[in-house]
């Protein structure tokens, strides 16, 4: 057992934003060092967010903790779910091993191509490490894929999806999004320009949208790659 990552988990489960032996489970079988530049790995177990380069970050545990909470019971065995924003590949992670199965699928969307084959590799070495080189096999069969494309835009193919994490905040819901959450699933997202608030989005059985405001945030914005290359 990594004692560092043990400690980081163990103090979010005290501080109550980990609430179930689920999410602890998950959070203490995705060792976060994978998933950070090298330069930062002695950072890894502290909780704040870290530069993934190209002005993404890895947000801080206890926002992974927060949105694996709010999540949980929409990542059931034989659903699809969608990180927007994907990239190191963390939470993709994370999300699957919430509900793991043949019938289960994760869609990780990241626009820079750099980070794309970055978290490829780093959930290659994950798995390798975790369910004992099955990861090869899930690659094979697609149930975990990193798409190359605008979040905003989500990732129609694939959809409608009963859970979906956005790792951006959008200046307001982005439309695509809502149209691909299905009946019954449950969205994440922070949302705001200059005053950001975290938002749980839940649609009904007739497709009725509810949302709810949980806590004040700080993102990286979800915009267009050029702007984010250039800002």
Sequence with gaps: MNNKLEKLVQNLFKKGVIK??????????VDRQQFVDESDKIYAYE?????????????????????????????QNGVRALDIGSGSGYL???MFLMMKSQQSKVIGVEHVPELVEKSIKNLSQQFKIIIDRAYNQQLKDKQIQIIRGDGRLGFEQEGPYQAIHVGAAAETIPQQLLEQLDKGGRMVIPVGKGNQV??????????????????GVRYVPLTDLNKQLNK
């Design 20 to 29: 179930s032996e689920i999410v602890k489970k998950v959070l203490l079988s």
């Design 92 to 94: 993709c992670a994370a």
């Design 198 to 215: 975290f938002q749980v989005i839940d649609k009904d059985q007739n497709g009725k949208i509810n949302i709810q405001n949980v806590l």
């Design 47 to 75: 909780d704040y967010p870290l530069q993934i380069g190209y002005n993404a970050t890895i947000s801080a545990p206890h926002m992974h903790a927060y949105s694996l909470e709010l999540l949980k019971d929409h990542l």
